[in-house]
C-alpha cells in the first residue's frame, strides 16, 4: 500500500530540478514528519486527497512554531501544474494553520524560483534576504528570498 512519505517522495523526484539539489531525502521527510509540529498535505491530480494506491501530483510540508508556520517544501508534479494545485494546497495550509492558532505563514526560497509568481499572488510578501544562502550540488551559491502572509 501506497503511503504518503511514499507520494512525497514520487512528486518530489519529478518537480525538483537536481541543479539545485533542492530535494529531500526519504529519511529527512520521515525525520521531519515525525515530529507532532511537522504537518503535511497531499493531493491527486482531482485535486482531493489521495485514497488507496492513487498517486500524489501535490504536497507541502510545513512546521508550526508558535503563532507562526513555516512552509518547507511545496511541489506540484511537472505534469499537473497550472491546474490550480499549488493554490489548493496553499489555502488547505493556510485553513489548518489556522486551526492551529498561526497568525503568519513564512517561506524561503531560491531568488528566481518559478513558484515566486504562486506565492505572490497569495499574498506572500518579501521580508529579507539572504545573500549566498543556497549552495548547488556543483558548488554555485545562490540568494535567497524570505517571503511572510499575515493570515489573521
Given at each position: 500500500m501506497i503511503d504518503d512519505v511514499d507520494r512525497i517522495m514520487a512528486v518530489?523526484?519529478?518537480?525538483?530540478?537536481p541543479v539545485y539539489g533542492e530535494a529531500w531525502n526519504r529519511r529527512q521527510v520521515e525525520d521531519a514528519l515525525s515530529f507532532d509540529h511537522t504537518h503535511h498535505g497531499v493531493l491527486s491530480a482531482r485535486g482531493e486527497v489521495p485514497v488507496g494506491d492513487e498517486a500524489a501530483a501535490a504536497f507541502f510540508l510545513s512546521r508550526t512554531g508558535f503563532?507562526?508556520?513555516e512552509l518547507l517544501l511545496l511541489?506540484?508534479?511537472p505534469e499537473e501544474r497550472r491546474k490550480g494545485l499549488g493554490q489548493m494546497l496553499l489555502n488547505r495550509l493556510r485553513a489548518e494553520a489556522t486551526?492551529?492558532?498561526v497568525r503568519?505563514?513564512?517561506l524561503e526560497m531560491r531568488k528566481g524560483n518559478d513558484a515566486e509568481r504562486l506565492y505572490r499572488n497569495f499574498?506572500?510578501?518579501p521580508i529579507g534576504e539572504r545573500r549566498e544562502y543556497y549552495r548547488t550540488p556543483g558548488g554555485q551559491r545562490l540568494d535567497a528570498i524570505t517571503f511572510a502572509c499575515e493570515i489573521t
Open positions: 518530489m523526484t519529478a518537480a525538483f530540478d503563532e507562526e508556520e511541489a506540484v508534479h486551526q492551529r492558532g503568519r505563514l513564512l499574498g506572500f510578501e
